[in-house]
């Protein structure tokens, strides 16, 4: 099974789980918070702000695409300090060490 087989429906569950967790947003953020260079935009986004507007257009563009995904990172560290006192965010962490392990 290729990796886009394998990350697509784990970026669909990512999704769901942070609609389950009222932390989807509907407004994108201004265009000067998407440009940020620091890594996961920790100075102008949230975690979950990166992953829904920066993360996952980005792999669900290059899977629809076809174009080569990309491997050997690991997000999942990042995001298991950032939400450390969040117990409500451990399934979501879950899915990006599954995420993770598929682009491996």
């Known amino acids: 099974m290729s990796r886009s087989h394998v990350l697509l ?3 669909n ?6 609609k ?8 994108p953020p201004a265009q000067e ?16 702000e990166w992953l829904q507007w920066i993360f996952m257009p980005k792999m669900l563009w290059l899977i629809e695409q076809q174009q080569p995904l990309p491997s050997g990172f690991s ?3 990042y995001f298991e300090e950032a939400w450390k006192e ?4 451990h399934d979501i962490v879950a899915l990006l060490k ?4 598929a682009c491996a």
């Open 33 to 48: 918070k998407l440009m940020s260079s620091e890594p996961f935009a920790i100075d102008t986004m949230t975690p979950s």
């Open 75 to 77: 997000i999942t560290p």
């Open 13 to 18: 569950q990512l999704e769901q789980a942070l």
């Open 98 to 101: 599954q995420i993770d392990e």
């Open 86 to 89: 969040q117990p409500e965010m």
């Open 20 to 27: 389950a967790l009222n932390i989807w947003q509907d407004t």
């Open 9 to 11: 429906p784990l970026l």
